[in-house]
């Protein structure tokens, strides 16, 4: 890896800030007398940061046992959120893909061309445990999960998130050891494809404790392998305050928002104004809504969602 640091390479490479910035519809030209005004965020800037997960939507695409049958399947959902919502990004659950053959990408591919949609992040992770001290099973592992960055790279998905792991034994030692061996494999990987690896912040395992994530981002130490942070999983409010802070001055890609209904140590409002404060300017994925268990239109309770995220973004 470069000697260059994570964090000097978010504060000092305007490369980084002209990809996210072009992913978004910014006019980069730095010739343009316009390109201030370009970069405030007006009203339609910030919608360009909004993107919807599948997850928000997993009553219609995955019903529970016993409930009624599908009313989208994975093909559907480009079309479904650009008509309903007007939004163009869109992030993808792994278990929310029917099959992984190439005749059913294009067809997913064809859907995104059609609505004008991109898919922005795949989440990963199912079965995989990338901080497995046993590195024979871990290996396996890695290379499950490089099939899915060979996945992400044919319909241009510009990340996959994968999660840490850290629940099949070893010491926390081990277990940092073994993730930063498998994620800098993971990444280097990516980094050839153009392919971002996030972790995502998940209660349980060795993702439990924000301090030990920052210790393995920073261990591999690559522009191409950052966090996605995710508000409603720390472990009270000062974790919650300092692991956001934390997070966004590693990442710059993509987080998740969600209303964060019965979590009492931060609010919504709260996660808006550290993200704001910390100069993040990525995606905004969309994952829930209030009462999404219950609530009968769900469609409802993501405009909820698009216009709060509008109101707080700064």
Not at 208 to 218: A, G, K, P
Request: hydrophobic share 35%.
């Amino acid at each position: 890896m470069s000697n260059l640091t994570r964090r000097e390479f978010f504060s000092k490479s305007a490369v980084c800030t002209a990809g996210m910035m072009s992913a978004m519809g910014f006019n980069i030209n730095s010739s343009s007398p316009g390109l201030k005004e370009e970069l405030k965020l007006t009203k339609s800037r910030k919608f360009k940061r909004i993107c919807i997960s599948t997850w928000a939507f997993r009553r219609y695409i995955r019903p529970g046992k016993g409930q009624d049958t599908p009313k989208l399947t994975l093909i559907d959902y480009p079309k479904f959120i650009n008509d309903n919502f007007g939004v163009k990004n869109l992030e993808l659950l792994e278990a929310h893909f029917d099959s992984t053959d190439i005749g059913y990408l294009d067809k997913l591919i064809k859907a995104m061309s059609d609505s004008g949609t991109k898919v922005r992040n795949i989440p990963c992770g199912l079965g995989i445990d990338l901080s497995d001290p046993d590195k024979e099973t871990r290996l396996k592992d890695v290379e499950t999960a490089k099939k899915w960055v060979d996945i992400a790279n044919y319909i241009d998905s510009g990340s996959l998130r994968y999660n840490v792991g850290g629940k099949r034994g070893g010491t926390k030692k081990e277990q940092i050891e073994a993730a930063v061996d498998s994620f800098s494999r993971l990444t280097d990987y990516g980094a050839e494809r153009n392919v971002k690896i996030l972790i995502e912040n998940h209660a349980g395992g060795l993702s439990t404790h924000y301090q030990d994530l920052v210790t393995i981002f920073e261990s591999v130490n690559s522009p191409f392998f950052e966090p996605l942070n995710e508000p409603g999983n720390f472990l009270g409010t000062e974790d919650a305050r300092n692991g956001m802070r934390e997070f966004f001055k590693l990442s710059g890609w993509l987080c998740h928002i969600r209303p964060l209904q019965g979590i009492e140590y931060i609010t919504i409002e709260e996660v808006f104004k550290i993200m704001n404060e910390s100069g993040y300017h990525g995606f905004c994925s969309i994952e829930s809504c209030w009462d999404i268990q219950t609530r009968e239109n769900l469609e409802e309770g993501i405009r909820e969602m698009i216009n709060l995220t509008l109101k707080c973004l700064a």
